[in-house]
């Protein structure tokens, strides 16, 4: 059996499989409580690590994304941010390049994806 502080046992007690938002709430908070500690103990460590395989599994299931292509990540990004194709024609060179990538007739090159990276304040990884 894990021992903890009586801090942490006290606000999740033998933790269980998450079944509510609140709960997924609780357990964020134990966790992000457990590593903020400069010098958690051997205990607390193994007891973050249950309580963040718990989270991870309820939030697979209820609130995961769906893998999306390059151009559907473009397109929601264009959306989010109110973009039509002529705004991003400094990023791909013309229109034209943008409608082409737009109806997966080109993909994006790293170029492209640099400077949307950039334009967009993400990381390069959302594209691949």
Do not use: C, W
Not at 1 to 15: D, G, N, T, W
Not at 34 to 48: G, H, I, V
């Amino acid at each position: 059996m894990i021992v903890v502080s009586e801090k942490y046992a006290l606000e999740v007690r033998s933790p269980t499989p998450i079944t509510s938002e609140r709960q997924h709430r609780e357990y964020l908070s134990v966790l992000d409580k457990l590593a903020s500690k400069e010098n958690p103990t051997d205990e607390e460590e193994k007891y973050a690590e249950v309580l963040m395989a718990l989270i991870e599994a309820y939030e697979e299931e209820h609130h995961s994304v769906p893998d999306a292509s390059p151009v559907d990540v473009l397109r929601t990004l264009m959306d989010a941010n109110d973009l039509r194709q002529k705004d991003l024609a400094p990023i791909f060179g013309s229109e034209s390049i943008v409608s082409e990538v737009l109806h997966k007739k080109r993909g994006l090159n790293k170029t492209h994806i640099e400077k949307l990276s950039k334009r967009f304040n993400i990381s390069p990884a959302v594209f691949f």
